[in-house]
């Protein structure tokens, strides 16, 4: 009777075992499309031995849970290339808007500011008609026109890229208060899972931490460290504390020269972010590095043009016999930074345009032949009017490609992780239906051993005559 009883309790528990591997499929199955879950496979332990007589013989198997089938290393390879991908990409955004103001629209030849390239060379070309009858009203007319278009493209552009820099500046703004909803959640579930017993798989909920996880990585740049009982701490790139396993700490945001910075207590980490990578990174990259360079460029451009014509007019002779203060043609800069932007023509009354040298006649050229050759004299850092545009709009477009080159490699790396997190972590049905099967037919023999028992103990419990139970 003991032994058979026994064999009665070994078959109870394979069933329950059995029953309990069959809900963990079941359970998967009905997770197969649940964004960010992780299939789990059942555990079974080999329950300890009973000793009699000095014979050990088996208590069979008791189901000991689940575990997810999950990579930590693989998702933090995964959770640092989005972070770059991230980055990139919302740069190349930024890039791409900056470039279009530079590209005149197809089938156009003055197209806001696409066109300054057009218009440097029509204003510069408007001297060289001049000289020709530099008494002309008309060809006079045509050089404060061809100002009036340049001065508006390259002003426009600046506006333009403020605009934008703005722009940007409360976009990164906003990604604070996605990073401590993220950082604080990720904080509870820590409690959450550390409250579990110790070697306890947590299943939902850090497949739900590992999701929150992915979303801060494409925010900003963080790295993460498993700390006692899987809780976890994760920092900035940079190695400042977001989240210490049931606490966070909040990134707050002060404006500092009408620009956004970002603090975690006290520090400022703005550069640190700007570096570390997520959408952050790429916001913060384009608002202070690649737009104030095209506008540095753009007031370069504004100053060596204004002031060189400046100063060329007011050395010449105008139609009204004035010499040396004919006055200027274009709004004068006090310094580089800002010239773009308060680029304008000044001069409302063409005949006061200096085509004659100083001294000469105002039927003489010479002064207009000056202007006109400064189209070929290095006035803008030494360059070229047109080739330092020309050279600062190749720059912008190797920029914008080495970006795209790099958002597009990191994009593949971070599809491949993805591809192999998902050949591991993810629920595949036809896996699945193997298994049930397995687990249903491991069932059924338990099931059929059972009711052998079963008959057994009925005849036993007849005096041996074998007895049908039903």
Request: hydrophobic fraction near 40%; glycine fraction near 8%.
């Amino acid at each position: 009777m003991g032994t058979i009883s026994a064999a009665f309790h070994v078959m109870s528990q394979a069933l329950n075992a059995d029953q309990a591997a069959l809900d963990v499929v079941a359970n998967n199955v009905a997770n197969a499309n649940t964004t960010g879950y992780t299939r789990q496979t059942p555990n079974f332990s080999e329950n300890d031995p009973v000793t009699i007589g000095g014979m050990a013989y088996g208590a069979g198997v008791s189901a000991a849970g689940a575990t997810s089938v999950r990579d930590r290393v693989l998702e933090a390879r995964l959770n640092q290339q989005q972070q770059m991908a991230s980055a990139s990409g919302t740069r190349l955004a930024a890039l791409n808007l900056m470039q279009a103001l530079f590209t005149p629209e197809t089938g156009t030849s003055n197209s806001a500011a696409g066109s300054i390239g057009n218009d440097i060379t029509s204003f510069f070309s408007s001297f060289s008609s001049l000289e020709a009858n530099p008494t002309d009203n008309a060809l006079r007319e045509q050089v404060l026109s061809t100002a009036g278009a340049l001065a508006g493209d390259v002003s426009n552009a600046a506006v333009s890229l403020q605009a934008q820099q703005a722009s940007l500046d409360e976009e990164a703004a906003g990604v604070a208060g996605q990073v401590n909803a993220l950082t604080s959640a990720i904080a509870k579930l820590n409690v959450q899972i550390q409250s579990m017993a110790p070697g306890t798989d947590a299943g939902t909920l850090e497949d739900q931490r590992q999701q929150e996880l992915s979303q801060l990585s494409q925010l900003i740049g963080v790295n993460q460290v498993t700390t006692e009982n899987n809780g976890l701490s994760v920092t900035t790139a940079a190695g400042q504390l977001l989240v210490s396993e049931g606490s966070s700490v909040p990134l707050t945001t002060g404006v500092v020269n009408g620009v956004t910075n970002f603090y975690v207590g006290t520090a400022n980490v703005t550069a640190a972010l700007r570096d570390g990578g997520g959408s952050l990174g790429g916001y913060l990259t384009a608002r202070d590095m690649d737009i104030p360079t095209v506008l540095q460029a753009l007031d370069q451009l504004a100053y060596g043009i204004s002031t060189q014509v400046n100063a060329l007019n007011n050395a010449g002779t105008d139609m009204a016999g004035d010499s040396v203060n004919a006055g200027d043609i274009f709004a004068a800069p006090a310094q580089a930074a800002g010239s773009a932007k308060a680029m304008s023509v000044v001069m409302t009354d063409p005949s006061h345009i200096a085509a004659a040298a100083s001294g000469q006649g105002t039927g003489d050229n010479s002064n207009a032949t000056g202007m006109a050759n400064l189209a070929s004299a290095g006035i803008v850092n030494g360059q070229t009017p047109t080739n330092f545009y020309s050279n600062f709009v190749t720059a912008l477009g190797a920029t914008v490609l080495a970006v795209q080159t790099e958002n597009t490699a990191q994009s593949a790396s971070v599809t491949q992780l993805q591809t192999q997190r998902s050949a591991l972590s993810s629920v595949n049905l036809n896996d699945e239906a193997s298994s049930l099967t397995l687990m249903e037919r491991s069932y059924q023999a338990a099931s059929q051993v059972f009711a052998i028992l079963n008959t057994l103990m009925a005849s036993a419990l007849n005096m041996g005559v074998q007895t049908s139970v039903s």
